[in-house]
């Protein structure tokens, strides 16, 4: 499904995407196109995107495509979905440690348009951080991985 969706290959691109998106949530999934769990994500968004249009764009980043932002992002585990709106990284409450993106897929397509129309509405009343609505049981759980500290 990811070639349903604009991919960005370089540092550039995914720059211009986040300096240029205007008025809506830019949606990165970070991952890589051959993982089963990207493969489901990007379905969800494919399938979400049209329904968004008005609220958010959806770009898929290869983690080994743009290594700067995987560091950045501290992306260990794929995939990975990072939210910015104008210019501006949204955080979201998960409810888990990580509030910088959302870890695996989401579990159905009205989890993640809950979700997009959560941060939209924050973000345009000037939220930098916003509350998941997404039911706790279906956040897939992980353990924060600190490397070299």
Do not use: W
């Amino acid at each position: 499904m990811s070639f349903l969706l604009p991919q960005l290959s370089c540092k550039r691109e995914v720059d211009q995407a986040i300096k240029n998106v205007a008025e809506k949530v830019l949606v990165l999934r970070f991952g890589r196109d051959d993982d089963a769990v990207c493969l489901q994500l990007d379905d969800i968004l494919a399938k979400t995107a049209h329904d968004l249009s008005k609220m958010a764009v959806i770009y898929l980043v290869d983690v080994n495509k743009v290594p700067v932002y995987t560091q950045y992002f501290d992306i260990s585990y794929i995939p990975s979905t990072v939210f910015f709106f104008n210019g501006q990284h949204m955080k979201v409450d998960y409810g888990s440690p990580d509030h910088t993106k959302f870890v695996g897929s989401f579990k159905t397509k009205q989890d993640f348009i809950d979700l997009i129309e959560v941060i939209y509405r924050g973000a345009m009343r000037g939220k930098l951080i916003v509350r998941s609505p997404i039911d706790p049981n279906n956040i897939p759980k992980y353990d924060l991985l600190y490397q070299g500290i």
